[in-house]
């Protein structure tokens, strides 16, 4: 008997790959169940008969088969015979699913035709995301989510826009129909509702032919909880717990239930690791942003070292380095929230590796001030620092953003909502809410703005209020504000360069009048120095007097109190300035400003 298990492994070692893999002769099924005492795969190849295709024993735990007859389309589960009962499962790692609670299907890869464009992702200090929850972004049939297909229909508006880059919240498989996505059931599927794998791989592509990159939502702090064939997978578990893929003791805890994978078991590790790669193999993703990072490190992400997850971090510094590895240029970020240098610095010297990572310096400070309604209460000093702070002395190693799915759900809502509830059509909510926009897009680091933004979308971010189109007409205005200052972010017209540089000098902190000014460069000198101020109150100001970086004529490329971005803005004639030689405010020339109320303006000189 052992001889012939022996065979059956030597036989089965020359087909590689786990779940159901497509070769010529058939299909190779291969699933991780060390407590099994017999496995068989069944499906609509031998009519779901339990005993027509058993898999055979190999190494660590592994069982696996070549199915002659099956090929890709089938439908299939692994039927499990073990000392704790005999259980029908999903394979773990079922690249696509008829639902989260169906079945698997076979899917093939190497079927989908790329037609290779050629694309790369623009270098990081050039990206702007916009962040897109596909299920709401473009909703053509009520009562239907939006799909793969309906987002691929509105790329022409984010091309137009500006943005160079799409996150995607996460399309794994979920139960039911709406879901944010951080609720993983089948962590290598594509949500069925979506579109399935060929419809994110359509929207891949037609993103790239679009000149936009696609960086992907992935949630390794947990899986499921429900719809969750991981759970108990082959019968063994201790403590109540969730068998082979999870912590089964205290580390199993979680916000989400106690169901944290075990970072600390090899096969666990691959299964995550190999996921994360596969997105950007088989997906041609542009990167990764990893969901909630603390509770991967930590078991309650609180920063107490007795919680440390040792083996979690090690996780995440072997992803990112074989990442930066094999796939370079492409991105990853985290999603940390407790801005420490070491979740950006190089794994090789200890840190996490990720190239990047939401900054809540940026995002809390600024919304602060953007929201908070007495000018008064108004912190210039916190503003500068959120402007000016940067991981590791680079400053594209963070995010900057006044909006995303979390800040405008779970009892907050979006910014011009929050200044003005139930009417964001309201001049307050206006004014500020581009301001913010402003300060996000000018500030230095990777802009992030959250779908509707641009549209002034009220109330807040749920699954199943998809985005009004309409108000694209309705705050045309408002869009062209984000068009025009996304241009200029991307130095669209060669004469703001500073905007895509690492550095910053506040030239101006003025709490008592709520001003800012900041000098934005990247090698400097005309045509890249780039000059902002920020009114950050209500009152005019008239001949306010300011340091230049050099003198000469500076031209207005943008205020935000223009007239054609809202009839109801003021559209004071603010015009380029002439900076004088002499020494002010530590610079060799000085201009004089007007300053609407609750404006930003931007200055560049041509040479």
Partial sequence: MENLQAEDATATAQYTGMGATCFNEGVFYRVWAPHAENVSVIGNFNNWDENANPLHPEENGMWGALIENSAEGDEYKFLLQTPYGTFMRNDPYALKMTNSAGNCIVYNHNSFDWQETGYTIPAWNEIIVYEMHVGTFNVTKENDPGTFYTAIERLPYLKEMGFNAVELMPCSEFPGSRSWGYNPSNPYAIESDYGGPDGLKAFVKAAHEAGIAVILDVVYNHFGPSDLDLWQFDGWQENDGGGIYFYNDWKAETPWGKTRPDYGRNEVRQYIHDNALMWLRDYRVDGLRMDMVPYIRNVKADGNPDNDIPEGMSLMQWINEDIRQQFPNRITIAEDMHSLDFITHPASEGGLGYGSQWDAKFVHTIREAIITPNDADRDIHKVVEAITFCYNMDSFQRIVYTESHDEVANGQARVAEEIAADDVNNWYSKKRAALGVVLVLTSPGIP???????????????????????????????????????????NWFGVTAGLQGQHVEIIRADNERKVIVMHRWQNGGPKDSVVVAFNLSHEKYDDYKVGFPAKGLWNLRFNSDDQKYDPEFSHIATHDVDAHEGEYDSLPAYASLTLPAYTALIFSQEG
């Fill in 448 to 490: 992030m703005i959250f779908q509707g933004q641009p549209l002034l979308e009220d109330k807040w971010f749920s699954d199943n209020d998809p985005i009004d189109w309409s108000r694209l007409e309705k705050f045309s205005g408002y869009a062209t504000l984000h068009n025009e200052i996304i241009h200029l972010r991307r």
